[in-house]
């Protein structure tokens, strides 16, 4: 994982660690120096963040409190939002919105005085809203984020603004948005997010009939995630690509992209979706008449949901847990 990819999977939050672990300078050339609760305060956000990357979600939230009770204790509110915006995106990212939107919101306080931290928590903000179909709070939390600033990280607010306008029935401004994102995410070398940008562009073409133009833009998509080695990703492009066969009515070509998608899925260690990917294949081939090999991805599915933990959740695309908000 090259060091641009951890600027532009985790953001602005990665760019204030230094900080936390050297402190501000005072006034006449003193030295900066941090506290040694602030320190420990920064080490446990460090370590939060390394938990979460390996999958283990409950010492990641462990350490992520850690840092905020330890920061809360010399009241450094930049410490304490930055771990507050961590434990939000972490809930939200394990499909616990309750508990996503307690941290989120004590977070806004504190950003209130904190301009330049509040527009990474509004974008939380808006994500955790999104995920619970509140279209219009979505919306409004995402502008509310693009308008504190013009920074680089701005275009994976508009990826988000994008999608709120889209799943709004906006399409036409959901269009013109993702097209800004790209541009801002090219020129900023932000690579993972002009994928998504790509593949929400790609989408919005296949769903509009223009099966060329979309299928290069998804190629194009796929071809950055498979640079920068996100997994998942890759999975959502090769999805996508295997809907636009589909579409085209190419069965063939769609089998054969949703077996890349369940290899990608099986071997990235995520069993449910490698399931849900063999039951789809299971339709298809029903539908093409091939029974034998219905069968057989329908049973390789079963098999796989057996092996899924009860309590296994699938956490959504979209802004893992970072370094600061």
Known sequence: MNSRYLFNRFGILYYLLPALLAGCAGGGGRIPVRSEAGTKAAIQLERGIRAYEKGEIQPAETFLADSLKISSSI????????????????????????SATVHIDEALKLAGGQPDLMPEAAYEKALIEFAQNHTGKALAWSLKSLSYDNGPPRGKRLNLLARIHLAAGDRNEAASVAIMAREENHRYEQADEESNSLRLLGSMERENGRFIEAEKLLLESLEIDKQIGESNKIALDLEELAALKGDQGNLNMMIEYLERTF????????????????????EIYRKAG???????????????????????????ESASPSKRP
């Open 263 to 282: 290899s990608v899925h099986i071997n990235g260690a995520r069993t449910g979706k490698a399931a849900s990917t063999q039951l789809k294949m299971s």
């Open 290 to 316: 091939n029974i034998a090999r219905a069968e057989k991805a329908l049973q390789s599915a079963e098999q796989l949901m057996r092996k899924e933990p009860s309590n296994h959740k699938s956490s959504p």
């Open 75 to 98: 009241e450094d509110n930049p410490a304490r939002i930055t771990a507050l915006v961590n434990l939000a995106r972490l809930n939200r990212l394990n499909l616990k919105p309750e």
